[in-house]
């Protein structure tokens, strides 16, 4: 799990160098993210992790960058509350 978030940080990163100034769309599957947001958003202990809850498909997290990573929103679905 630490290796996934490693790479996925990387290449979040090296996107975002890329990009400045811009709105970028990544897409991955809901575990990912979910392992991905925990190490973001500091924690370390494996034992935890299921206190992260697993994303509505569609669903959509917020991060911004300056140079560091900054996790903003976390699994927002209010957007599909009209899908029936």
Same mark, same amino acid.
């Given at each position: #799990? #630490?290796?996934?978030?490693? +790479?996925?940080?990387?290449?979040?990163?090296?996107?975002?160098?890329?990009?400045?100034? @811009?709105?970028? &769309?990544?897409?991955?599957?809901?575990?990912?993210? +979910?392992?991905?947001?925990?190490?973001?958003?500091?924690? @370390?202990?494996?034992?935890?992790?299921?206190? #992260?809850?697993?994303?509505?498909?569609?669903?959509?997290?917020? &991060? @911004?960058?300056?140079?560091? &990573? /900054?996790? /903003? @929103?976390?699994?927002?679905?209010? /957007?599909?509350?009209? #899908?029936?």
């Amino acid at each position: #799990v #630490v290796d996934a978030y490693k +790479r996925m940080k990387k290449e979040i990163v090296r996107i975002a160098e890329e990009n400045p100034e @811009t709105t970028i &769309l990544i897409v991955s599957h809901s575990a990912a993210i +979910r392992a991905f947001w925990y190490y973001l958003s500091g924690y @370390t202990d494996l034992n935890m992790l299921d206190s #992260v809850p697993f994303m509505k498909n569609a669903s959509y997290c917020i &991060l @911004t960058y300056d140079g560091e &990573l /900054h996790p /903003h @929103t976390f699994g927002e679905a209010s /957007h599909l509350a009209e #899908v029936k």
